[in-house]
């Protein structure tokens, strides 16, 4: 059973995104293929490796050993632990100084990874989580031990009936990047109707990067663009929610809260079925930030050589998270009942870490592939009218 899952992670192509450059590719964790496999298993076709390198393959990426495939995440020695350091967004390099003290400059357009690494060996590695929790910094620490908490952690809030088929079903996919509009995706393959929200002020961010990678995730949605700044944005918003069988976000709890939206009540007043939040580490830790990198070392969700720790493949929290989501909203269906699902990101990696399965002699690499789209995606708010028309109408 190793052999076979070494040699089908070598045949996906993840093995090129795993270790270090101009080294040999590295295996995975022991019990990572048959756990990804358990979780596809609803979803007839489907093999899970190649979500885990799919957005390498449209965008071109490859192993980096310590830096992640994507090149926004550091794997860094402080002075007890290693650490990932995600700074992809533009107000990270401005927090640095804050972070670490005044050790570094925050004034520059790239981040300044050897200042930020001398500086890290100092430090310890629970300090530097402390003060980057506070400063909204993605950082996570590569644990002793795993965490404590499931990757699923289920609220029942009230009864409905089971549900199989979801053919007709309406799904309202609030979230952006990567997890959960694979979340959506996987769903709406299995016949939903998958409704993109989005800001027209802050649109997801995948917009901006690769068309073919987020027509992937997000062809055959509707495209809805609404304004929750505003008291009409907020209204239909609530309206939308109120009509779905299963709501997909991924923000923190207080930031619905602030626009009037609360999970738990609407679930539990006779909403959605199934309410999915998706986080980096669980809605009981609503200030710490996640993104994939980070999230699955913060999950011990790594490979080892002989220099210590690296990536294994590419983001992997996201994907793995993106698959353990919409497995948990099928189950979750199938039982009945109304449900609020809390998924952390890197408790989803710690449920398939461990230690890395050898590569044996002769076993080469193939090459890297994804999935084909449902359908190009929708562009920014083109359903918006009619589906908000819909749901008046329905109402």
């Known amino acids: 059973m190793k052999e076979e899952a070494v040699s089908r992670w070598a045949a996906s192509g993840a093995m090129s995104l795993t270790g270090r450059p101009g080294a040999p590719g590295l295996g995975p964790p022991g019990p990572l293929v048959a756990a990804l496999d358990a979780l596809a298993s609803p979803f ?12 390498a393959a449209l965008a071109g990426l490859t192993r980096q050993g310590a830096t992640s495939c994507g090149g926004g995440t550091r794997l860094l020695r402080a002075r007890d632990a290693w650490i990932a350091v995600s700074l992809p967004r533009a107000g990270d390099v401005e927090a640095l100084p804050a972070w670490l003290e005044g050790a570094v400059p925050g004034d520059g357009a ?7 690494a001398a500086a890290v060996a100092g430090r310890t590695g629970e300090a530097l989580l402390e003060r980057a929790e506070l400063l909204g910094l993605a950082v996570g620490v590569l644990p002793g031990r795993r965490p404590l908490r499931p990757a699923v952690v289920r609220s029942r809030l009230g009864d409905a009936p089971p549900r199989d088929d979801l053919r007709g079903l309406r799904v309202v996919d609030l979230t952006s990047l990567w997890a959960g509009p694979l979340c959506g995706d996987l769903l709406g393959r299995r016949g939903a ?17 690769s068309p073919a990678v987020f027509d992937l995730i997000n062809g055959g949605k509707r495209s809805v663009a609404l304004d929750f700044s505003t008291r009409e944005g907020v209204t239909a918003l609530r309206a939308l929610l109120r009509s779905a069988d299963v709501v997909l976000e991924a923000s923190r709890p207080r930031a619905l809260e602030q626009a009037g939206v609360r999970a738990a009540e609407i679930v539990a007043e006779g909403g959605p079925s199934v309410w999915v939040s ?11 930030v996640g993104f994939g990198d980070d999230a699955a070392v913060a999950g011990g969700l790594v490979v080892r050589d002989a220099a210590g720790p690296c990536f294994c493949a590419d983001a992997i929290a996201d994907p793995a998270t993106g698959l353990t989501a919409a497995h948990a909203c099928l189950e979750a269906l199938r039982s009945g009942g109304r449900w609020l699902l809390d998924i952390a990101m890197s408790a989803v990696a710690a449920s398939l870490a461990g230690p890395s399965l050898p590569v044996f002699p002769g076993l080469t690499c193939g090459p890297l592939r994804a999935r084909s789209p449902r359908a190009p995606s929708r562009p920014l708010g083109a359903d918006t009218a009619a589906v908000l028309a819909a749901t008046a109408g329905a109402g």
Request: net charge neutral; proline share 15%.
């Open 44 to 55: 007839p076709g489907l093999d899970p490796l190649v979500l885990l390198t799919e957005r």
């Open 110 to 116: 790239e981040p300044p990874w050897e200042a930020v």
């Open 193 to 209: 109707e998958v409704v993109k929200v989005e800001s027209p002020v802050r649109p997801d961010g995948t917009r901006r990067g």
């Open 278 to 288: 998706i986080t980096g580490h669980g809605r009981e830790r609503p200030m710490r």
